[in-house]
């Protein structure tokens, strides 16, 4: 990558939002991990659905065959943006939903008392949960080790738990909490050695990565669109020859039902999968625009996948400097402690933190009032903040996560309205 130059007009003036204020700041929006904003496309995508194509599926009708038509290019999108087939595309309420879904379903299929699953102190609710839930059937639930001063994943402690009775292993790809990226193609692989299935949260790790089913191998792999410019609408990849093994949890769930529909309950919105789609074609759009700066990395690549995957890495490439830039400075403040694992690890642009002496609520309504949009608490990583960091005193974390439409003056914005409220408490 030489002389990279990010479009940021580009990618602005797609967002609406923007030209939000709050006391006469200009709003800035610093809460990616929690839902980004969407661009004009995509609300219009899902407008163009519900005016014009809005029908229930397998009808003879013109709405009906073009709602279907929609639908399926909707699943060849997410697989471009997931490089898979579109058979192995599902749709759902959102992530939390399918990985209950899939949980219940591997109950069905594979799963009987005294089988274990492992997941892991640094995830999400949304991968523990699922799992969690069927002790109540007998299965043993257990935890991969997180370093609670790096925030990195103990594979040592990993391998030790790994057994013959090892069914599932769920992890997460990228921490919510602490932006650390996990190294799940080693956490996979070791998993299939054991003969255990893989789910992989990557709905942290979307919008700041690349993803590569094939390349991971994962059995499973869960997101949300919303994370990444689209609707709240849940994305299920299931490997072709592990879905078809299984016995979903869906109406009419013992007619085996073809791939991917199995893994969806009923009638899907539509309209919302329009507008996934549509996200994927901004993030492509993006790719277009710099496409000429990853020649090397986009090597083989073609088509729609080639500016997806350019996309990714513009919009990595822009933001890691700004995160960079915060973790530095905010370290610098006296009473900020940053929580993020060591340099030579690799992380998203999201940068979390504490001041001493303060509630992180009260810091996060401070940068609210100038403008500033930041989240604080566990964000249902709730392990990882409550358990290992012992935050559950303090408010928990806040976090503050960039997306490419972030600009660096929002960044010294923000920078300087944490001094400021550190200098308050003094």
């Not at 050695?193 to 991971?216: C, N, P």
């Not at 402690?337 to 401070?366: C, E, H, L």
Request: contains cysteine; hydrophobic residues 40%; aromatic residues 10%.
């Amino acid at each position: 990558m030489q002389d990279f130059k990010f479009n940021l007009d580009y990618v602005r003036e797609q967002f609406p939002a923007l030209s939000k204020t709050v006391n006469g700041y200009p709003a800035a929006f610093l809460d990616g991990p929690g839902g980004t904003q969407v661009p004009r496309s995509v609300v219009e995508k899902i407008n163009e659905y519900l005016y014009y194509h809005n029908a229930n599926s397998h009808g003879v009708f013109i709405t009906s065959v073009q709602s279907d038509a929609s639908y399926w290019a909707a699943k060849e999108a997410l697989a471009d943006f997931l490089n898979c087939e579109a058979r192995e595309v599902a749709f759902g309420a959102s992530s939390s939903t399918n990985n209950f879904l899939l949980a219940f379903g591997l109950l069905r299929s594979i799963l009987k008392p005294g089988d274990e699953i492992i997941i892991t102190e640094i995830d999400h609710e949304g991968n523990r949960s699922p799992w969690r839930t069927l002790e109540d059937f007998g299965i043993k639930i257990k935890n991969i080790r997180l370093d609670p001063d790096t925030y990195v994943l103990d594979l040592e402690d990993y391998k030790s738990k790994l057994s013959d009775r090892t069914k599932v292993v769920a992890v997460n790809w990228a921490s919510n909490a602490t932006g650390t990226i996990s190294d799940v193609k080693t956490i996979i692989r070791m998993a299939h050695e054991a003969g255990a299935v893989t789910v992989v949260d990557a709905v942290h790790y979307a919008l700041h990565r690349s993803i590569d089913v094939k390349d991971i191998d994962t059995d499973f792999l869960i997101c949300s669109a919303y994370k990444f410019f689209g609707p709240h609408l849940g994305v299920l990849y299931a490997k072709a020859e592990t879905g078809e093994k299984i016995k979903t949890v869906r109406v009419i769930a013992d007619d085996n039902t073809d791939m991917p529909w199995k893994f969806e309950t009923g009638t899907p919105a539509m309209e919302l999968a329009a507008g996934a789609a549509a996200a994927v074609e901004f993030i492509a759009g993006i790719g277009k625009e710099h496409e000429q700066f990853f020649e090397k990395e986009l090597s083989g690549l073609s088509g729609r996948r080639r500016l997806v995957v350019a996309g990714i890495k513009a919009i990595e490439a822009y933001e890691e400097p700004l995160a960079e830039k915060l973790r530095s400075e905010l370290a610098a403040i006296e009473g900020v402690k940053v929580y993020s694992p060591p340099k030579d690890v690799p992380k998203t642009s999201t940068v979390s933190f504490t001041v001493k002496g303060a509630n992180s609520n009260d810091a996060a309504r401070f940068l609210a009032e100038r403008g500033l949009f930041v989240w604080d608490g566990d964000f249902y990583a709730i392990h990882i903040v409550n358990e290992v960091l012992k935050l559950t005193g303090q408010g928990g974390l806040v976090r503050i996560g960039l997306a490419p439409y972030n600009t660096e003056d929002e960044i010294d914005r923000t920078i300087k309205a944490v001094k400021d409220f550190c200098a308050g408490l003094k």
